[in-house]
């Protein structure tokens, strides 16, 4: 059963999807959410649990636990209108009493599911400081297909707080008319689980034509939670959620270092960050998925990502033959953060240590490789005998690093990261892992559909 990482995501195929949720201690319930691509709910028909069972006519449904299984939630992608961007899983505590949380809640599982497919298993990591609900899954629209990305996000205020921030108005019941004289003071309780059958004489509901109370702050133009800090698996690959319209919005990406053993540091340790990128105006989006390393001679293939854009038949790799600061960033050529490329470094470090790029208008970005050369005077250790790695900060909650897994010696070049800025709700990290041939100088090429072509750029020479 293949099982993804907090932020992971993978592509699902056609047809109808079966979202089961399973756990120990205390029960939670399993509710969806049909979210348009603004990150917010059309309506508060929108959310789907075990009060309001359906959506969008039987396209997202909710089943109680029985003898076929457990709660479970059934999604069919096609029979969603256009305007649903993603279909949000929430697993939540009982809204009605204030003191159950993730605490009292074991081995968490979620499992998506397609007819005659194997299973997708996510577990979310502990929630230990008081979280009531969690954002599990999200199924997600990418082009025509669908994909299924791990959250793993908790929230505090429970069901009613998570349903506020994606839109939901939730309202506090109005109080029943006393008893007796003097009732007994009532605790504070949490918002109640929303209701759809009809109010009683005790419990009028609002007048339609009284305006709901505004919702609670919620955080500005973020799609989705941050993912917190996560690291990548060799070859895997994560999904940042960006506002690509924040004009404040800063990407860090850094080449973090420390030396390894003091005798790799003696022997020198002067590693540089090279940022390989195209910008959108430029790229295509083809049939190989982008980080893919391809062979000598690859044609670049694909549709413009902008009307009017670069197309497969105009699209020139970056050869040995091109300037060596075109299309780069890197110690010669430090970029700009106020004109194109959206890209500058921050100098050159020649002790163990960090280099950084940051990134802005994710607009303007298709695809930005990170890759990382060893000076001749390094000696022939590897990479990963340095400690080097790559760190990319979204400013927002999510850190993801992208480590080196291999001991490949006598290599000047590694091309450790992509970063897709490709898709209209954010950014991919993909960790790559690609070395240049044995004692070669020529610098890694990024092809225009994001593919990866080694050996193929113009030399490159450092010595102290």
Avoid at 40 to 46: A, E, G, N, P, T
Avoid at 176 to 205: G, L, M, V
């Amino acid at each position: 059963m293949p099982e993804l990482g907090k932020g992971g995501n993978t592509t699902m195929g056609a047809g109808p999807v079966t979202v089961e949720l399973t756990a120990e201690g205390d029960a939670v319930d399993l509710s969806a959410l049909l979210v348009t691509a603004d990150g917010k709910v059309r309506s508060d028909d929108d959310l789907v649990f075990y009060n309001q069972p359906s959506a969008e006519s039987g396209a997202v449904r909710h089943l109680a636990a029985d003898a076929g299984g457990p709660e479970r939630i059934e999604v069919d992608p096609a029979a969603l209108p256009a305007d649903v961007d993603r279909v949000v899983l929430v697993a939540s505590c009982d809204p009605d009493d204030a003191t159950r949380t993730f605490r009292q809640v074991r081995n968490v599982r979620v499992s998506a599911t397609q007819a005659g497919g194997e299973a997708v298993l996510f577990r979310p990591p502990p929630l230990t400081d008081g979280e009531r609900a969690v954002l599990l899954t999200e199924l997600y629209r990418r082009g025509p297909a669908w994909k299924l990305r791990a959250i793993g996000q908790g929230y505090a205020d429970g069901l009613a707080g998570l349903a506020t921030d994606f839109g939901i108005d939730v309202a506090e019941e109005e109080p029943a008319e006393p008893r007796r004289e003097t009732p007994a003071p009532q605790p504070e309780t949490p918002a109640p689980r929303p209701e759809t059958s009809a109010p009683t004489p005790e419990t009028p509901a609002p007048h339609p034509a009284t305006p709901a109370a505004p919702p609670a702050p919620t955080r500005p133009n973020l799609v989705e939670p941050p993912l917190g800090r996560i690291s990548l698996d060799k070859g895997s690959q994560v999904s940042l959620s960006l506002d690509k319209a924040d004009r404040e919005l800063v990407v860090t990406v850094a080449l973090e270092w420390d030396g390894g053993s003091e005798r790799r540091r003696r022997q020198g340790a002067d590693l540089d960050l090279y940022a390989l990128f195209v910008p959108a105006a430029k790229a295509l989006r083809g049939p190989k998925e982008p980080g893919t390393v391809v062979k000598s001679g690859h044609v670049p293939q694909g549709e413009p990502l902008r009307p009017g854009g670069a197309t497969a038949a105009s699209a020139t790799p970056a050869t040995g033959k091109k300037s060596k600061k075109a299309d780069v960033v890197y110690y010669q050529s430090l970029g700009s953060l106020t004109g194109r490329p959206y890209i500058r470094l921050d100098g050159d470090s020649r002790v163990p240590g960090r280099e950084a790029v940051q990134i802005v208008r994710p607009d303007e970005q298709g695809y930005v490789l990170l890759c990382a050369y060893s000076a001749v005077s390094n000696g022939f250790g590897s990479f990963r005998s340095f400690g080097a790695k790559v760190v990319v900060d979204d400013g927002r909650g999510s850190t993801v690093t992208v480590p080196l897994y291999e001991n490949t010696k006598t290599r000047y070049w590694v091309a450790i990261a992509l970063v897709d800025f490709t898709s209209a709700d954010g950014a991919a990290i993909h960790h790559v892992e690609a070395y240049s041939a044995r004692m070669t100088e020529r610098r890694p090429v990024l092809h225009p559909d994001g593919t990866i072509e080694m050996n193929a750029g113009p030399v490159e020479f450092k010595r102290r």
